[in-house]
């Protein structure tokens, strides 16, 4: 067999493999990951394999081989999703909606049936006490408080929300965010009270909580009135993978090879675990009687089981309104987008954005809804 003959083909099979990896991460949308967990890692590499592929396409036209079909085939599918992860200028709302969006600008709040919708998952103000122990928690909580103020949402969602066991609500709202009520549902850990917290401008006519099984995680949800419209806004974590990038890092300077079977583990057990609590979320707003928001981190990305079954009947805010990356984990920016602000077709968003503060492991989003 001649070298390059052995060079086509290698060249071909690693093609055909990065094209089918492609377009079994496409169907991972479909498939229950509680059945067959791999899928969803598939799902969550829909990124990277897509970019493979588009690499392999640039790569056989430059040596205008006719293999360049195999990832163009697959890239066709995966363009169709591609907007789930990036809007471009030309995608979302009309420029017409957009222009709408700056004119609210700080009248919003005036409008009626507006809303202005924040979903934050605060990593239990952690990230700044690595390097300044607990005064640095404390400095972190203020930040983000003032980050709230500034904002002047309507309501936020904020999720791994995090007090000292000598703290509660009562006290440490009303004292840094006046005007918002909070409902929250909070455990017990080693060193504090972490779990979800709704604030709100709105007074709540009522509230109510889903806990999940073997899992510290959970979902609140808050009904509010504005404008003559009754809605009820879910809160919600799903399981987290528990994963220490990190670690990661270490064992791979360590040669620490059980690192990563305990990684495979927390994976496997993270995946297996979401479509149970997502079924209970689902479950409950199938039985609730007014319109539902679903906001919170769903530590899973869009092309994901996870994603598929909450969108149903539901909006995404960053497709309709957003532009550029939507990514809002900042370890790996701008690949993955695990945190969602998920709306009835009754609304409609007018505007959404995703700061990019040091706050927290997580990027806060905000929308801007209005009422159709």
Known sequence: MSRNLFFGITNRVLMLIAAALALLSVLSVVVNPAKFWVASLL?????????????????????RSKSFVIPLVALIPAALFLGLYVRLPFSGDTDAENNESKEVGTSFHGRKGGLKIMTYNVGRFMLAQEQDGLKGRRQCMDSVFRFIVEEQPDIVCLQEFYVDEGQSVANVIP??????????????TQYGLCGNLTL????SVGKGKLTFDSSANLAIYSDYETDGHRFRIYNCHFESYNISFTGLV??????????????????????????RQVDKVLSDIENCPIESFVCGDFNDNPMSYTYYRMT??????????GHGFGATYSMLWPMLRIDYLLYPDSYRAVSYDVPRIGLSDHYPAIAEIVYN
Do not use: H
């Not at 004292?175 to 017990?188: I, T």
């Not at 709100?200 to 007074?203: A, P, V």
């Open 312 to 321: 149903r009947g539901r909006r995404d805010a960053f497709v309709d309104a």
């Open 43 to 63: 799902g969550l590499c829909f990124v990277p394999l897509a970019l493979l592929d588009f690499v392999l396409l640039l790569w056989a036209l430059k040596r």
């Open 175 to 188: 004292k840094y965010l006046k005007g918002y009520a909070a409902e929250y549902y909070l455990y017990s």
């Open 250 to 275: 270490r064992s791979l300077t360590n040669s620490q090879t059980d690192v990563f079977a305990q990684t495979g583990v927390k994976m496997k057990r993270s995946i297996t675990m979401r479509p």
């Open 200 to 203: 709100s401008r709105l007074k």
